[in-house]
Every structure is written in structure tokens, then in C-alpha cells.
């Protein structure tokens, strides 16, 4: 009797895990399966570099993907060396219990969980108002830099705590300074971290929007200056889908080109990311 | 509630017959080492990944009686330990093929009713394995997941189980406390009583003295060596003179052109005092290994 | 002599300047956090001063042109939305996590979490947009209007539950494989190890992800602003449309000005304060996995 009911709970048990599994990937492929469908026929070279007509209801999204380039690059080009210098300081400058770390550590835990439409607030706030850079890409780019920071600080700063402590002794050992360590030695090493670090920070930040909606602004046209406002792929997406009847077909292909971009550099990623576990594992 | 209903047959799940083996504990009149195979592997070969680590192995292990696998590491010893309880089956591409018996029970067969299989072949591993909760929890979850609590008598069967392995009178007190605070003899003495608690037949034993300090060794050693005669054990060890102490049989495996193998087997006496192979000679002599 | 010594005090110069650049750096990003809530504060100023914060909860309702605004509506369709996904997301997430680990077959594993990851890089814009215009028109076919609670949960649980499901892989992988392997000796079923022993040993890193999750779905605004509706009012049931407080911002702030940007700032700051407690909870549970397992 206690055999039978055991077997049942297995049976049970294993149905349920499997029954999840499959309840989870209908969706996905639905989710899939949907974009490409409305959005495959009308993906074309002509779509990605013409202009939008009509509010976005016919041509293409060749300023919209111009203004998301420059805003991301914007965001990486801030990002980046405050980034880079904050994961080294506290990767290599702080143990784990010194205080300013710490703190630090603390204050960008809280920061990564900051939704992104109160960064989108205090960017306008702040980028837009108080420092009169209007509604702008600098300004996008600059909220979106804000808001990429804890990610890529966080991964940069693992990938150079992946690094085994007997090179930094070595180098000790051999009289180099803590300096020309970090720079001739861990550097060239935590170089595949620090990409994978960039490569998920800007696709979080090419997959924003609501802090993107009134830092960066709405306008179409093709930006002229990083001064001038521009529409990013995720916004183009929201308006078609919500302000514009009949935008739906365009939106479909903008999400298909938007989602292909982020899954090509999250592939980008992880292929690094192999890549560098394969080489750390070869024998030495 | 009887015992006899908790062990059905291990050969079919749903099975009601009478059980091979009844709770509690098998206690031998008998002699020790009655000439009887418990276990009885022939030809057992053990491959990873299409690479082969242990080739036609055959061996019995006697009822009751303590054996001692010896041999240098990477020999496969512990391979072969872990395929007489089908361990190995967790080792997504680990093939063990052959024959395997219990008693009459095949193994390897895939009908066998793993879960039991296990219950009856008890192990202890290298490093103390309690989990991460308290004393007493350690030894109710396989005793409840078998089925046997009887409500009335838990307290008693862990208290009984405790006192087999010596540890009742250190912690009786403080069954509730997490069992990782203890030491690591005294967690590998509760691992043993978790396994014991099940009543196992055989009981498998994989260098279970070497992540240990020596005062804690001598202690598990001399438990083991109490267990003679009321299970069949299985000990891996690395420690010829534990092997010389404890060991009624010794198996000397051989990692021949990176293939385990079985060089030799015998009883203690004639292993250590009148080798057949010359590698066991060497071996013993510590020339080699 | 004097020649090497001006040569290593060079060398402590440039590494000291090296370290206060790196402090600086480390400093401006510390500060961001601080910088953000000091915004926060200073534009929802205006309306804390001259009319309390009382008022947004006992005003009669939402009504920017009138001078009233109550965000208890919006409130609790955040927190309904936030906590219907939980409950749907975890237990699915800890399934699947369990599926990669121990039921599926290597390969299959291998690409459900693949799949997953995948789930976890799609943009909020683009699960809205399905949102819109597949999940809403087939629950208004079941029950009318169809933007609703309902949708807003579905979708957010779609979201959530990669976030929830990764931690929970990652901290059950983490387990070490001798307490699977001495359970499975033990002749314990591969439920009964699962129930006994893996999710009580990592229920720390399960409970990391769910409060992450939590985090994520109380934050998340451009998928909820496109299914559910965003009618200001206490839903009564779940196909009652629903506006949160992401959603009120991201319609509202164009065009707010004086106190109705002050209110919105200040919705700002209750989500921070939410979003804050939940990640500290989580940061609190993984520092204690962290020091129970290097104890």
C-alpha cells in the first residue's frame, strides 16, 4: 500500500516537473513563433534603412535604429571607465568586509533593482532639467548609463575575482607594484569578462524603454546632433503598438529586429563566455 | 504494523510477496565469513564516456565477512563499489555491464526496484555526508521515505541506532542541534547510523577513515570491525595496515595501461603472507603503489 | 641609493594617484544611488510640503485637473499584479529549475535553459506587445473586456519567472552532489531527495530568487502599461482593468506639471522604497548563503 502511494507521488511528481517544463515553452514558442511570422515578410534591407512614413505605419526604421546606436553608445561610452574603474577598486582595493566597499557594493546592489522607470524620472529630472540637456540623446544615453552601471560593474568586478589569487602573489613575489599589476597582468586577463560585462550591459540598455520615454523623447527624424531627440527601436515599438492604429505589422518587424539584435549579442556573450571557461580550464 | 510489509521484494516493484530480508537487523549465529557469496560480480566491466575503467572483474564477497579493496588510486575501485548499489546509474554516461548479483537478485537488471536495492545495501562515503540539518532529522528521513515509523518506536530505533555506532552517550542532548556542528568522526559515525538504521545486508564503505584524524579513525575502524559477522562489508582503503587489522578477504585491483582490474583476490592471510601475483607482493612489500 | 629611492617613491606616487582615481570612480557610482533618491526628494518636494503625503492616500480619488490625487487605486493594482505573478512564477520556476537538474534529459536541459535564458533577454516592450495583440484579444474572447489584472499577471509571470528560475538553478547546482548521491544511498526516491534535501538546503537561494522576482515584477512598466487597461480603480475581480503606479507615471509624466509631477515623483519614491526593501531582503538571505556555505 505504502509502495503504491509512493509511486504514485514519483509518478505525480514527475508529471508536474514535465507538465511546467512544457506549459513554459508553449508560450515562449508562441511568443516566438508569432514575431516571425507577422514580422519575417516584411523584414527587408529597405525596412531597416528607410524612413518612417505615415507615424510609422509604412517605411522603415532607419533613424530609429541611427538614434538607439547613438544612445547606446552613448550609455557604454559613460558607462564603461566609471565601470571598469569602480569593479577594479573593488575587486582589487577592498577585502569584503572593509567598510567604503561595502558601502559601495550596498548602494549598487539597490541601484540594480531601481525599476527602470524611476531611473526614467530621475534622468529627466536630473540630465533633462537641472543639467538643460532637454529632451535628448544625451540624455537617454546618459539615464541608460545610470542604469547599466551596477550590471556591468558586477560582472567586470567576478571576472577579475575569477582570477586565481597565486598570479597576483607572483607578481608581488617579483617586486611589481599593485598598479603595473592590475594593468600588464589582471587586465589582459579579466579582458573576456570585461566584454561579457559590456555585451549584457547594452543589450539591457537596447531592450529599455520606460527610461527612455521621457529622457530621449519621441522624434522620428534622423538625429543631427546627440542634442537632437531620437526614438529608440523599444519606443518605436510602444507607439506603433499603442498611439498608432494599424502600426501593428511595422511594430512586428521593429520587435523582430529588436529581438534578433539582443539575441545575437547575448549569443556574442556566452560564446565568450565558453570560450574563456574552455581556455581557464586547459591544463597549465 | 509489520516489518515483513515495508521490504517487499526488491525484484518487482509492485510486488507484495514476502520479503527476502525482514527488519530488524539480520543478526548472525553463524560464524563470521560463512563461504557463502553475498555478492557476486562476474566479468563486471565499467566504462566513462566509452572509457573503459574497470575490465572483467570477477569476485565474490562472502556473507558477513569484512573485505578490503586495495590498490593504487584511479584503479577503479570505487567504481565497483558504486555499481553494487547502482550508484553509478547517477553518472549520466557511466555504463556498467556484466553480471551483478545479490544473493539471487540481479542488479543490474533494470527491473530492479532500485530504491529498495539500496535500502539493503547501505554506503558511506569518503567524507562525512550528513546534511545540513539537525541530528535527529538526519536519521528520520530515510526512516520515514522507507516507510518505517512506527510512530511509538522512533525515538527508540534512533536511540538504538546511535548506540550502535557509539555516538548515543555524546549526543543525546543535542539531537536537535545541526549535525554538521559535530566532529568529523562523529559525523561519519552518524552517517553510519543513518545507514545502519535502515538494516542493511551489506554495506558499502569507501575510504570511510581518511578524511579523518587519527583518534576519530580508530574509532570508526574499531565500529567497522564490530560489524563483522552481522553484515557484509565492503571497505575501500588506501591503508594497508587498516586492511591488515580489519580485513577478513582483500581484492587487490591494478590499473593495467589505464584499465582497472582485478589482480588478485584471497583471504587476509594469504594476501599478506603468501602473495600469488608479484604485484601484490610488491604492494604489500610498499615496492609498488 | 638616492637614485632607487626617488625611483620607488615615484612609483608609490603614480599607484597612489591610481588608487584615489579608482576611489573617485568607485565614489561616483557609490554616490549614483544617493544622487537618485536626492531627485526623488527634491522634485516630489513641492506637494510633500504644501499638501502632505497624507493626501495621496485620502484624496477622493484620481483626478489630476481637480487637484486630487489619491494613488491608493494604483497601488493596490501594483501590488496585486506584482504578487498574482509571484504566486504563479515560483512554483513554476523552482519546477523548472528542477526539470533542468534532475528530469530532463542532458540535452533537453541543456536547451530548456537555453530557452530560458533566451526568455530572460526579450524586452518588457516586446512581451507587452505580444501582450496586446495575442493574450488580451484571447481573454476578452473568455471574458470581456480582456486588458486586465488577469493579462498583467500572466505576462508579468512570463517575465519573472526566467529571473526566478535561473537563481534557482544556479543555487540548486551549487548543492554539493554528495548529498544527492549519500540520499539516493540511503535508497531515498528521487522526489523524496528533492523534498527532503534539495529544497530545504537551498530554500535560501529559492527565496533569493522569488524576492528578486518580486523586486521585477513591482518595477516592471511597459508590458503592464500595454495589457492591462490602466482604468484608475480598485479591481474587484481579476478581468477588471488595472492601472499601476509604473504605468501612471509612464502615461503622465508628458504632460504633468506643478503638484501632478510632484505626485508622480513621489509614486517614485513609494516603488523605490518597495523595490529597496525587497532587494535588501534578498541581498540579506545571500550573504547568509554565502557565509553558511564557507562555514
Not at chain 1, 600588464?184 to 566584454?195: N, T, V
Not at chain 3, 534557482?168 to 523524496?192: D, F, K, M, N, V
Amino acid at each position: 500500500m505504502r509502495l503504491l502511494s509512493k509511486t504514485i507521488r514519483e509518478t505525480g511528481a514527475t508529471l508536474l516537473v514535465w507538465g511546467t517544463a512544457t506549459s513554459i515553452t508553449i508560450p515562449f514558442l508562441w511568443l516566438i513563433g508569432d514575431l516571425l511570422w507577422h514580422g519575417w515578410p516584411q523584414l527587408s534591407l529597405n525596412f531597416v534603412l528607410a524612413l518612417p512614413h505615415n507615424a510609422g505605419r509604412e517605411g522603415g526604421i532607419g533613424p530609429i535604429l541611427v538614434s538607439t546606436g547613438l544612445i547606446v553608445s552613448v550609455c557604454m561610452v559613460v558607462a564603461l571607465p566609471i565601470g571598469l574603474g569602480t569593479a577594479l577598486f573593488l575587486s582589487e582595493y577592498t577585502r569584503n568586509n572593509h567598510m567604503y566597499g561595502r558601502l559601495i557594493r550596498g548602494s549598487l546592489d539597490v541601484l540594480a533593482g531601481v525599476p527602470s522607470i524611476v531611473f526614467g524620472l530621475f534622468g529627466n529630472a536630473f540630465f533633462c532639467q537641472t543639467l538643460g540637456l532637454g529632451f535628448s540623446i544625451l540624455s537617454g544615453g546618459l539615464t541608460l548609463a545610470c542604469m547599466v552601471l551596477p550590471i556591468l560593474i558586477r560582472t567586470v568586478e567576478e571576472s577579475f575575482r575569477a582570477i586565481s589569487q597565486d598570479q597576483r602573489l607572483s607578481a608581488a613575489a617579483l617586486g611589481i607594484s599593485k598598479r603595473a599589476t592590475i594593468l600588464l597582468i589582471l587586465f589582459p586577463a579579466a579582458i573576456p569578462g570585461l566584454l561579457v560585462g559590456c555585451i549584457l550591459g547594452l543589450g539591457r540598455a537596447m531592450a529599455e524603454t520606460a527610461a527612455l520615454i521621457f529622457t530621449s523623447g519621441y522624434v522620428d527624424r534622423m538625429p543631427e546632433s546627440l542634442m537632437d531627440s531620437g526614438r529608440a527601436l523599444s519606443i518605436h515599438i510602444y507607439d506603433l503598438a499603442m498611439n498608432v492604429a494599424g502600426g501593428n505589422p511595422n511594430a512586428y518587424t521593429t520587435a523582430l529586429v529588436l529581438v534578433g539584435l539582443l539575441l545575437t549579442i547575448n549569443l556574442f556573450a556566452s560564446w565568450i563566455a565558453d570560450k574563456w571557461t574552455t581556455l581557464n580550464q586547459l591544463p597549465t | 504494523m509489520d516489518y515483513a510489509e515495508s521490504t517487499p521484494d526488491i525484484r518487482q516493484a509492485q510486488d507484495h510477496s514476502p520479503a527476502i530480508q525482514s527488519w530488524p537487523p539480520y543478526q548472525s549465529t553463524q560464524l563470521c565469513c560463512e563461504p557463502t557469496a553475498h555478492i557476486r560480480a562476474k566479468n563486471l566491466s565499467i566504462a566513462y564516456h566509452k572509457h573503459s575503467v574497470l575490465q572483467n572483474v570477477d569476485l565474490e564477497i562472502n556473507k558477513g565477512c569484512i573485505t578490503a579493496l586495495v590498490g593504487p588510486s584511479g584503479c577503479g575501485k570505487t567504481s565497483f563499489l558504486m555499481s553494487i548499489n547502482r550508484l553509478t546509474d547517477l553518472i549520466p554516461t557511466c555504463r556498467v555491464s556484466g553480471q551483478l548479483h545479490m544473493n539471487e537478485v540481479d542488479i543490474l537488471a533494470p527491473t530492479t526496484n532500485l530504491l529498495l536495492l539500496r535500502r539493503q545495501i547501505g554506503m558511506i562515503f569518503q567524507k562525512p555526508t550528513v546534511f545540513p540539518f539537525t541530528i535527529k532529522k538526519n536519521l528520520e528521513i530515510p526512516l520515514r521515505e522507507h516507510g518505517i515509523h512506527p510512530k511509538t518506536s522512533l525515538a527508540s530505533t534512533i536511540e538504538t541506532a546511535l548506540q550502535q555506532v557509539g555516538l548515543w552517550d555524546e549526543v543525546k542532548d543535542r539531537l536537535n542541534h545541526p549535525a554538521q556542528a559535530l566532529s568529523g568522526g562523529q559525523q561519519q559515525r552518524l552517517c553510519l547510523a543513518r545507514a545502519l538504521v535502515l538494516a542493511p545486508q551489506i554495506l558499502l564503505l569507501d575510504e570511510p577513515c581518511s578524511a579523518l584524524d587519527p583518534i576519530s579513525s580508530g574509532v570508526v575502524e574499531d565500529l567497522i570491525v564490530s560489524l563483522r559477522g552481522q553484515y557484509s562489508v565492503v571497505i575501500v582503503t588506501h591503508n594497508l595496515a587498516q586492511a591488515r587489522r580489519i580485513s577478513d578477504h582483500v581484492a587487490l585491483f591494478w590499473s593495467v595501461d589505464g584499465v582497472g582490474q582485478l589482480i588478485e583476490t584471497g583471504s587476509a592471510q594469504h594476501m599478506f603472507e603468501s602473495p600469488q601475483h608479484e604485484l601484490t607482493a610488491a604492494y604489500i612489500s610498499g615496492a609498488r603503489g | 641609493m638616492t637614485l632607487f629611492s626617488n625611483i620607488i617613491l615615484s612609483h608609490s606616487k603614480i599607484d597612489f594617484l591610481f588608487l584615489w582615481s579608482l576611489r573617485a570612480l568607485a565614489l561616483s557610482a557609490g554616490g549614483l544611488l544617493l544622487l537618485v533618491i536626492v531627485f526623488l526628494f527634491h522634485e516630489s518636494w513641492p506637494y510633500l510640503t504644501q499638501i502632505g503625503l497624507a493626501n495621496v492616500f485620502t484624496d477622493h480619488g484620481w483626478f489630476p485637473t481637480e487637484q486630487s490625487y489619491q494613488l491608493t487605486p494604483m497601488i493596490s493594482g501594483t501590488i496585486l499584479a506584482a504578487c498574482g505573478s509571484i504566486f504563479l512564477a515560483a512554483p513554476l520556476g523552482i519546477l523548472s529549475a528542477l526539470f533542468c537538474h534532475f528530469y530532463a534529459p542532458p540535452f533537453l536541459s541543456y536547451w530548456y535553459r537555453r530557452m530560458i535564458e533566451l526568455l530572460a533577454g526579450i524586452p518588457s516592450v516586446v512581451f507587452g506587445f505580444w501582450g496586446l495583440v495575442v493574450l488580451v484579444p484571447v481573454i476578452a474572447a473568455w471574458h470581456p473586456p480582456g486588458p486586465s489584472l488577469l493579462a498583467g499577471i500572466l505576462i508579468l509571470t512570463l517575465m519573472i519567472l526566467p529571473t526566478i528560475m535561473l537563481i534557482a538553478h544556479a543555487s540548486i547546482r551549487q548543492l554539493p552532489t554528495i548529498y544527492i548521491q549519500s540520499a539516493t544511498a540511503l535508497g531515498l526516491s528521487q522526489w523524496a531527495t528533492i523534498w527532503h534535501i534539495v529544497l530545504p538546503t537551498s530554500r535560501i537561494g529559492l527565496l533569493t530568487g522569488i524576492f528578486l522576482g518580486l523586486a521585477r515584477a513591482l518595477g516592471e512598466t511597459m508590458a503592464i502599461l500595454m495589457v492591462c487597461g490602466n482604468v484608475v480603480q480598485h479591481p474587484s475581480h481579476i478581468f477588471d482593468p488595472i492601472r499601476t503606479l509604473t504605468a501612471n507615471i509612464a502615461l503622465e509624466m508628458a504632460y504633468a506639471v506643478d503638484h501632478h509631477r510632484s505626485v508622480l515623483f513621489i509614486s517614485g519614491l513609494l516603488l523605490m522604497g518597495l523595490v529597496i526593501a525587497f532587494v535588501s531582503l534578498a541581498e540579506i538571505l545571500r550573504y547568509k548563503t554565502t557565509y553558511a556555505l564557507t562555514q
